[in-house]
């Protein structure tokens, strides 16, 4: 149960993260344009947004179980293609705008005429983050048991959220570049083991026929069962490894990985971010990752 829930810990965590600097941003800008007033409005979309996306899980997951068997395998399949886009493309999307996203928030903020233009901001930009994670989680669901997964989301996003309190309470200043960097990457790891999934999932269901001979057969070792040991299970989750490993399974992970990984590392290791203080003397929260 301990080696499940460390990939959603990891998951949740870096959307905690992100989410709360969200959240950061937006008080920290209304208070510099003395609009506290509507921190109130700020919040309720937060919490809205939230609920949203947990909704949305819940949909996604009891829908799931009414599948008969053989059409599980395949939801499960599409499961695990759609993960894989939405984790690598928001590793690179959030990677391209995170140097800009403070100044388009600060100005969306600003911008605002109402409490409830500015609750409407605050439940778009952190549902967004919500809906993502809550439909890649869902992918996680299928190898991990249920409490393990909540476990694993539940520490992750109350992690983020003290982390979250101390960049904006106390000036708090976490090296950004580096947290995301790693974030990144092993999201990116774990995108190569869902997309390792997906590939078994096409060859179990018999719409690809090569690359099908095993590269190991570790299923009569139990500290290598994917069911049976701690390591395994780790291994399962976290890189997308089955005690019977197919020639295509392993190509397409190392592939996949290094791709990604390999055009990830190196659009973010030139970037120096600047460290701003403002007049005032406070330490900002900054989104200037990198990542």
Known sequence: MFANFIPTFVLFLREGLEASMIVSILLTSLRQLKL?????????????????????????????????????NIFKTITYFVAVVIITWMTFWVQHHSRTLKQELTTQASMASSGFALGLLAFSTVGREGIETAIFTLAFAFQADTLALLGGALLGVLVAIALGVLIYRFGYRLNYRIFFRVMGILLLIM???????????????????????????????????????????????????????????????????????????????AYKPASKIEPSGEAQPTVNSGS
């Open 36 to 72: 506290t007033r509507h921190n109130k409005a700020v919040w309720i979309g937060v919490v809205l947004a939230i609920i949203c996306a947990f909704g949305i899980a819940i949909l996604l997951k009891t829908v799931s179980d009414l599948f008969s068997p053989d059409f599980l």
């Open 191 to 269: 995108a190569s083991g869902l997309f390792s999934n997906f590939l078994l999932g096409l060859q179990d269901a018999g719409w690809i026929n090569f690359g099908t001979d095993l590269v190991w057969d570790a299923s009569n070792i139990e500290w290598l069962s994917e069911s049976k040991s701690v390591l395994g299970s780790l291994l399962h989750i976290f890189v997308g490894y089955t005690d019977m490993t197919t020639v295509l399974q392993l190509v397409g992970f190392i592939i996949y990985l290094c791709v990604t990984a390999g055009c990830f590392w190196w659009a973010t290791r």
